[in-house]
């Protein structure tokens, strides 16, 4: 089978949709992954593919010292992935973006070696605006992106088969919810958000009055609580429990959890990140689900206790929302990325 190389991190978005991609990649291709020791070593760990670490400089949105090093540790960082390739004896790359990608893919471009990349949001991100030119395509989430790119192609975005297998029954057992009051589901994002769950926590009393909730709030973001009803965990690897059992949810506006959500027809109030560090992508994306009538949106500078339980109760009557979501196909991208990675292998 030939050497395939899968990169994408930085960010639990960046490294999820590959692993929707990682079981029937496997079926034909040697497979590698190419990272940092962060979040993405975490998540690709238990697929048990061959791991070459990297040291890859970040940009820091604003004014940043460390900014001033770019150059020379990507630099660094580039050798890296060069060594990396070689061992691995290289023959294609899929990038999912990110900082991590950008060494991967330039040293790839470097020694010859083809690469696609895949932008999951609706506008690109830095990163994939600087891997494009070095791509023989990149593939989009949405057909809007691709017609912003010139090797642009529309494929939509990778959706892991197994969220479709959760069974109702065993997930209310599995958290010990009854099944009287509709179920909650809140993700604020890989490493959970502060925001979300503080206020989360400060509307608890009024929100398990009319449900129960299970509360996904990243590494190290739990607090003890008693609470009837309320389940917490950092980190659910069973997210096909997680989206069984919820009724709505609340969430972030990542296009990889907002497609997951969308997929599954769960009506959900998307709080896009807002703030220095993002460059707008949850926010446009938000929107744009929005606009469709597909999803509420709640900003962030308007979050508070009574706004949130406001929103998810005018999201839980929303009728027209309900029937929009149960007319609209989300397609999943995997058939048509393995296509094209078919394609750019020769197979």
């Known amino acids: 089978m030939k050497n395939l190389v899968l990169t994408g991190g930085g960010s639990a978005g960046h490294v999820v949709p590959n692993t929707a991609l990682i079981p029937a990649l496997s079926k034909k291709y040697t497979l590698c992954y190419m990272g940092t ?3 993405e070593k975490n998540i690709i ?6 791991y070459y670490t990297m040291h890859c400089a ?9 900014n001033l090093l770019i150059p020379l540790r990507f630099a660094k960082s580039v050798k890296e992935a060069e060594r990396a390739l070689r061992a691995f004896g290289a023959e294609g790359v899929f990038s999912k973006g990110g900082y991590v990608a950008l060494p991967v893919v330039f040293a790839a471009k470097k020694l010859g ?3 696609l990349s895949h932008e999951s949001d609706l506008s690109p991100g830095l990163a994939n605006k600087l891997i494009s030119k070095k791509c023989q395509k990149v593939l989009t989430g949405f057909p809007e992106t691709a017609e912003k790119l010139k090797n642009g192609k529309y494929t939509g975005s990778p959706i892991r088969k197994e969220i479709f297998t959760g069974d109702r029954a065993r997930a209310l057992a599995k958290y010990g919810f009854s099944g009287k009051k509709p179920v909650l589901l809140v993700l604020g994002g890989g490493s959970g958000s502060r925001a979300i769950n503080n206020t989360v926590r400060a509307a608890l009393f009024s929100l398990l009055q009319n449900y129960d909730v299970l509360h996904l709030c990243g590494k190290e973001n739990t607090v003890h609580s008693n609470a009837s009803g309320y389940v917490q965990k950092e980190y659910e690897e069973d997210m096909a429990s997680a989206y069984a059992v919820c009724d709505l949810a ?3 506006a990542g296009a990889g959890a907002a497609f997951e959500l969308l ?3 769960k009506p959900t109030l998307f709080i896009p990140l807002e703030n220095r560090r993002s460059r707008g992508d949850q926010a446009e994306n938000a929107a744009y689900f929005e606009r469709k009538g597909l999803a509420r949106v709640l900003k962030e500078k308007n979050l508070t206790p009574t706004a949130l339980l406001s929103s998810l109760n005018a999201l839980a009557e929303d009728k027209i929302l309900r029937k929009n979501l149960a007319n609209c196909p ?3 991208g ?3 990325i393995i296509k094209e990675i078919d394609e750019m292998m020769g197979n």
């Open 263 to 265: 997929a599954l027809k």
């Open 334 to 336: 995997c058939d048509a």
């Open 330 to 332: 989300i397609e999943n």
């Open 37 to 39: 020791n962060k979040i």
């Open 113 to 115: 070696i083809p690469v």
């Open 58 to 66: 970040k940009f820091v949105r604003g004014f940043s010292p460390s």
């Open 45 to 50: 760990a238990p697929y048990k593919l061959p």
């Open 250 to 252: 609340l969430s972030r």
